[in-house]
């Protein structure tokens, strides 16, 4: 049994001995029909059923009326592969307790190929009813550019603009040279450029080259701690970055996407106060540009996406990889997850939904992530799903708030009301509307104090001008 990409290269292979679980009719479907199983270097030892049934192909080594009934403590083997040909995360969250309470590593067959239980498959909630054709309408015939378009979530979204086809041309910008060459190996036929979104020459100077027809800016600091520490730096970058791309979209006509996060909801810290800046800016253009008829300024407000450049499973995974213990800030912070799959489908629907219509003028759009999950809880899977035991064979310590850090966090502002669901899973808020042009004065006095390194100054004008507005403020679009 190898994982995709195994064997022949040089990867490992998977050696043990193992159980199949599923429901009667999942089991039969593996047995029968998998040359992955057939051609496996594991033992298969039995099979473990969930629910009625029977089947007569295997030797039921367990019953269990459900994920979360059944038994693994006096089982001898090494792996546990769910054989469910839709898993859901409530299946693998069960699944994997009891795994791993019997040292057991957690496989997945699907199809003639095994894979890793991963976290994507136990947090996260996927998009109800992507509209792929919606999505096949907006990137086709267009040139696409993305900024960030070597990190981990620009990446993805070029995966999938690649895979859906049809763009004229796809761009992908970023400062890292590491990252373009990684991505472009990958994708050899988009185009490269090595550019920062810092400086507004370039990007003018780019844009008029290439022309793109739909911009995803994803470029951004995101280290909550680092950005605290160095504010006039995060400006630079997500604020006057922002700024610097969304004037070269407007002087060439193109639609601009803004990926921030739910850090801008009622900030706390730095990072999250120069998102919301953005937004505050994208939704003003957006209201602004709907006078003439122009294109859209859309802001997209994502929750911590697992994987991605500043998320805690590559800290966690490395303090796994040297025994723990894994640090976690409080028991009870929780936070909004999703995988990178997931955000990069919610800023293709999303974008699909706003380019090219009118309703939702300066809204923002925010994924239904559901229900928030405790970091704590996060940590606890990690180590499952290395067959360990939470607190048992790897500690868990607790190291307080980072500075800009909160508890919790929420999707909706409390200056913000909802606007009706523009599509299943997405939701669309609104505030009270900004002066694009006062918005404009705000962020060139802050480019100014930040290159001055003005700290203190940048920090209190930045959280001023994004402070919600009074009842009876009479700032608003004209």
Not at 268 to 281: D, H, I, Q
Request: with cysteine.
């Amino acid at each position: 049994m190898t994982l995709p990409g195994d064997g022949a290269n040089g990867a490992k292979r998977l050696i043990g001995n193992a159980i199949l679980a599923g429901t009667a009719e999942a089991l039969r479907a593996a047995l029968g029909s998998s040359r992955a199983l057939a051609s496996t270097d594991l033992q298969l030892s039995g099979v473990v059923l969930v629910g009625e049934g029977d089947v007569p192909e295997a030797k039921i080594v367990a019953r269990a009326p459900t994920w979360a009934d059944i038994e693994l403590a006096e089982i001898k083997a090494d792996f546990l592969v769910l054989a469910e040909p839709v898993l859901q995360p409530t299946v693998a969250r069960a699944a994997l307790r009891r795994a791993a309470d019997a040292r057991l590593k957690v496989l997945v067959a699907e199809g003639e190929t095994i894979r890793p239980l991963e976290i994507d498959d136990l947090v996260g909630r996927p998009l109800q009813a992507v509209d792929w054709e919606r999505i096949r309408r907006l990137i086709a015939g267009r040139r696409v550019l993305i900024t960030g378009g070597g990190g981990s979530i620009g990446s993805e979204l070029a995966r999938r603009i690649n895979a859906v086809g049809g763009a004229e041309r796809l761009t992908l910008l970023d400062a890292s040279e590491y990252n373009l060459y990684k991505i472009h190996r990958e994708l050899p036929a988009a185009e490269i450029v090595l550019a920062d979104v810092r400086d507004a020459a370039s990007m003018k100077r780019w844009f008029g080259r290439e022309k793109p027809h739909l911009v995803f800016h994803t470029a951004a600091l995101k280290q909550v701690p680092l950005v605290e520490q160095f504010p006039s730096e995060g400006v630079l970058t997500n604020v006057c970055g922002l700024k610097h791309v969304a004037d070269a979209c407007a002087g060439i006509g193109a639609d601009l996407i803004f990926v921030s996060t739910d850090k801008a909801v009622d900030p706390s810290g730095v990072m999250g106060a120069s998102k919301r800046l953005g937004e505050l800016y994208c939704q003003a253009l957006d209201r602004e540009y709907s006078k003439s008829g122009g294109p859209r300024a859309l802001a997209l407000r994502l929750g911590n996406v697992l994987g991605s450049a500043g998320s805690v499973i590559p800290i966690f995974r490395r303090q796994l990889a040297q025994g723990g213990p894994l640090t976690v800030t409080d028991a009870d912070m929780t936070r909004f997850f999703l995988s990178i799959p997931q955000a990069a489908d919610f800023l293709l629907q999303a974008a699909a939904i706003g380019v090219g219509e009118e309703r939702a003028r300066g809204a923002a759009f925010v994924i239904d992530m559901g229900e928030p999950i405790t970091v704590l809880d996060l940590a606890r899977k990690i180590i499952r799903l290395e067959g360990l035991r939470p607190e048992i064979d790897v500690p868990i310590t607790f190291v307080g708030l980072r500075p800009g850090e909160k508890m919790h966090e929420r999707l909706v502002a409390s200056d913000e009301w909802r606007e009706p669901d523009p599509a299943p899973s997405v939701i669309a808020v609104a505030s009270q509307p900004r002066n694009a042009a006062a918005l404009r004065e705000t962020i060139a006095r802050l480019a100014v104090l930040a290159n001055e390194g003005a700290d203190q100054q940048v920090v209190a004008e930045m959280f001023a001008a994004v402070a919600p507005l009074s009842a009876d403020a009479t700032i608003a679009a004209e």
